[in-house]
């Protein structure tokens, strides 16, 4: 299984809800990752799990939580966000950390904030 | 802070010709990986392909390539017949500080049958 999945593919929540992305691989790898892509623009990192503990942070706003309750599974907790949050966010694993590790991604979920 | 620039936004290419698309980027490490990913309209992030920067020979993955060059901080991507499915966002990339992938702009490549 070399596959990443996240659910949902689409999210349509307003500016008081909350709401949690979710991202699972099965290939065995330590090390998963949120990314977040605004239209026409390249994925930015926003958190780093390695050994499901939080390695990056990349000064994301606290009204994004990730969580990484097992090797295998990732979350990002969503609350109070802003329209200009709408964005793809993008879920990768890699074996581990570090810039031997080959990053597979997954599908995106694509958020809407009203 | 590193930087990835891609200084072409958009290219098209006849179907089954050769396409090169460029990318320059600029690093302090002494030991890097630098990446080609695609981007079809399904938004899936795939590997297209890697080149080790201590490696002097260009890396090959069937009809695709790349021109490393290291001096001059240079590594384009060459895609031979090009196909229809080729046609995607690409995206060129290094990773930084062992974990952060860095991405380029893109470029839009188009494919004319």
């Known amino acids: 299984d070399t596959e990443v999945t996240q659910t949902p593919k689409h999210l349509v929540m307003g500016m008081t809800n909350k709401k949690s992305l979710k991202c699972e691989q099965h290939m065995g790898h330590r090390a998963m990752y949120w990314y977040k892509q605004k239209a026409k623009k390249p994925p930015e990192l926003m958190f780093v799990y390695s050994y499901e503990k939080l390695s990056i942070n990349e000064s994301v706003p606290s009204r994004f939580s990730p969580e990484c309750p097992n090797s295998s599974l990732l979350n990002l907790h969503l609350h109070a966000l802003q329209p200009e949050d709408s964005a793809l966010y993008l879920c990768a694993s890699s074996r581990t950390s570090g810039i031997y590790n080959e990053q597979f991604f997954g599908p995106g979920t694509r958020l809407t904030v009203l | 802070a590193q930087t990835v620039t891609q200084s072409q936004p958009e290219m098209s290419v006849q179907e089954a010709e050769t396409v090169t698309l460029s990318c320059t980027y600029d690093t302090s490490e002494s030991d890097y990986y630098l990446f080609w990913y695609k981007q079809p309209p399904s938004r899936q992030m795939i590997l297209v392909i890697r080149?080790?920067?201590?490696?002097?020979q260009n890396a090959t993955e069937n009809r695709f390539s790349v021109n490393f060059q290291k001096a001059a901080k240079s590594f384009s991507l060459k895609i031979s017949d090009s196909q229809l499915g080729d046609a995607a966002m690409y995206f060129c990339a290094d990773i930084q500080g062992a974990q952060k992938l860095v991405f380029g702009q893109g470029t839009r490549l188009t494919i004319n049958p």
């Open positions: 080149q080790e920067a201590y490696k002097q």
